[in-house]
């Protein structure tokens, strides 16, 4: 049988055998795939390094996203636990930014919100909950959180007390809502009582969402899910921008629904996306799952899974260990888009926005299960109180694809002992420059007398490496080429005979013809060598990169200039001896640009067998 079905340009009745057989390996850039490119030790032991982490884009200017860190009990100078918050370069991993708690067991960077410039300084600023110990008659200690504000150039601009909500649980730096040009903060209040029409008022516990203005001004809007029933809505918030069109920021925000017999008495968990000051919800999603993340609920934009043009929403529930613990709906209507059903604990404790991983065109969803590490909760997280891991279960980084017919892209375990991996993961964008995003993840829960750390990995599986040049067709855009392997076992993804390869086409011309060329060499073909300038068929930007000896027809999905996708796949032969042997790629993309070329072209793949 033959390995593909194809049109031949340069001999015909080809076999999986005589065109894997012939192929020739050549040099390709180096290959860093899966593995950890770098890692970042604490300068403190016992600090859980790494609870936390948000990307914060180009702090410093230099092209690539940076990222931050949350170490809640690291210890500056005397003050125990105080906590700390520090911005990393993505491309050194230099620190750029330290902030240093004040609080003593105040936990600062135990949780790190969305944020935005919220004075006006065209400067990125931090807001971060603080945990607040209150004396209680006996001796007891009550804790509360309240809000501290700090300039991305270091110094603290305010502080709101605890006693400034009713049971502060998250804040994110949303929209403007009073219309002063400036951000406002968006404070997530579980614990507000319902509004008068509920009867009694005093009975029902809804929470609430409030925008106060910039970073110190008064409340300019509220939200309330106006259910009349124990929601606790604001266990976690984030901003949308406008994904409704109506021209008014949008956010997203969960509630953890009734504590008590959350699977058989409403109100459920819910999510509920609110556009503007409009306090009625645009949709809203209820029955999040069958059990509530009572204090863990994660929530992170994943950008469009589904190919529709509008951001889709994540929602974690690590602690859901019987059912789903991770769900993707659509930005625009709040249907289910991905359901992900994981036998790993704490599944879904972290979730980030990888972007398109695979190259299909769809954006997939970056999540952690630290499995047998809890959330840090202690405000001295010393040795006495260290968690103590399952047997032989160590933490994973997940990757699950946007196309729910694909599945788990990447199974990542760490290496025994378990130490938390992937307590919390960030996306990093391409740092590395092989076309895949890459990312990092923690490892906050190490032996109490060694400092937590964060590792950073590449994207791009093992094996597969892009290189050459492409051209731009209409709307400027280079198609990308990206291959990947189906339903991968744990560890570093890696195409082995017998496998399944996928060949993905995305940001291409939706809706047109496109041909996969597939050849035996990256160095010459026929005679001429490669890349072979094709500016003799009015196409003077385009290269062929790879010997076309196969060519594959395809039509793709999408409309419009760089919205364009399709997925080819290929069962590998289960033959040891295809081991070593390399496959060459390029997209060719029917689209006449600005110039009127005749078509855009990705730049070349090689994809070695392992």
Not at 44 to 62: K, Y
Not at 169 to 176: E, L, M, N, T
Not at 406 to 426: A, I, K, Q, R
Not at 441 to 456: H, I, N, Q
Request: glycine share 14%; hydrophobic share 40%; aromatic share 10%.
């Amino acid at each position: 049988m033959p390995w593909l079905l194809v049109r031949n340009s340069a001999r015909k009745g080809l076999s999986h055998a005589a065109l894997l057989c012939g192929f020739t390996s050549f040099t390709l850039p180096p290959l860093r795939a899966q593995s950890s490119l770098w890692e970042i030790v604490d300068s403190q032991p016992a600090t859980v390094f790494g609870n936390t982490m948000r990307n914060v884009g180009d702090f410093d200017g230099d092209g690539a996203d940076d990222f931050i860190v949350g170490a809640p009990g690291y210890n500056p100078g005397n003050i125990s636990d105080a906590g700390r918050a520090r911005i990393f370069s993505g491309s050194s991993q230099a620190p750029l930014l330290t902030i240093l708690g004040s609080w003593p067991s105040g936990g600062l960077g135990f949780q790190i919100p969305p944020q935005a410039d919220l004075n006006g300084d065209a400067v990125l600023d931090f807001v971060f909950p603080i945990d607040s110990p209150v004396g209680m008659p006996g001796g007891s200690v009550f804790r509360q959180l309240h809000l501290e504000i700090y300039s991305g150039l270091g110094p603290l601009l305010g502080s709101f007390p605890a006693s400034a909500f009713a049971g502060l649980k998250s804040a994110a730096v949303g929209g403007d809502y009073d219309g002063d040009g400036i951000p406002d903060l968006l404070v997530g209040e579980q614990y507000a009582f319902a509004p008068g029409p509920c009867f009694p008022p005093s009975a029902w516990v809804e929470g609430r969402v409030r925008a106060l203005s910039g970073f110190a001004g008064p409340s300019v809007a509220q939200w309330m899910p106006g259910t009349c029933g124990n929601e606790y809505m604001g266990q976690a918030i984030e901003p949308l921008g406008d994904i409704t069109g109506d021209g008014l920021p949008d956010f997203v925000v969960g509630s953890r629904g009734n504590s008590v017999f959350p699977a058989i008495l409403p109100p459920f968990p819910a999510l509920r996306l609110y556009s503007g000051v409009n306090p009625t919800p645009v949709w809203t999603v209820s029955s999040l799952s069958v059990f509530p993340a009572n204090d863990i609920l994660t929530l992170a934009l994943v950008g469009d899974t589904d190919g529709d043009g509008v951001q889709d929403i994540a929602v974690g529930n690590p602690f859901n260990f019987y059912s789903t613990n991770i769900q993707v709906f659509s930005g625009s209507s709040g249907a289910l888009l991905l359901a992900v059903d994981s036998p790993y604990a704490l599944h879904g404790r972290s979730i980030a926005r990888i972007g398109d991983l695979d190259g299909d065109g769809l954006a997939d969803v970056l999540a952690g299960a630290p499995v047998g590490f809890m959330e840090w909760q202690s405000p001295t997280p010393s040795p006495a109180n260290w968690p103590v891991p399952f047997p032989n279960a160590p933490g994973r980084v997940l990757a699950h694809s946007g196309d729910p017919t694909v599945g788990t892209l990447l199974d990542l375990p760490e290496p025994v002992p378990p130490e938390g991996f992937g307590m919390s993961v960030v996306a990093l964008g391409d740092l590395d420059g092989d076309d895949y995003p890459d990312f990092a993840a923690s490892e906050p829960w190490r032996a109490p007398t060694l400092p937590g750390r964060v590792l950073g990995y590449s994207g791009a599986p093992v094996g597969i490496a892009i290189f050459g040049s492409g051209c731009p067709g209409s709307g400027g855009v280079i198609p990308r080429i990206a291959a990947w392997r189906l339903q991968p076992p744990p560890g570093p993804v890696a195409v082995t005979p017998g496998s399944t390869l996928r060949m993905n086409l995305s940001r291409a011309l939706g809706g047109g013809s496109a041909i996969l060329v597939l050849g035996a060499s990256n160095a010459n073909w026929g005679g001429f060598p490669l890349p072979f300038p094709l500016g003799f068929a009015g196409m003077p930007a385009c290269s062929l990169l790879v010997s076309p000896d196969a060519t594959v027809p395809v039509t793709t999905l999408g409309s419009g200039p760089g919205n364009g996708r399709v997925s080819l796949s290929f069962p590998i032969p289960p033959l040891p001896g295809l081991s070593g042997a390399t496959i060459y790629g390029q997209w060719y993309v029917t689209d006449p640009g600005p110039g009127l070329l005749p078509g855009a072209m990705s730049r070349g793949i090689g994809v070695t067998i392992q």
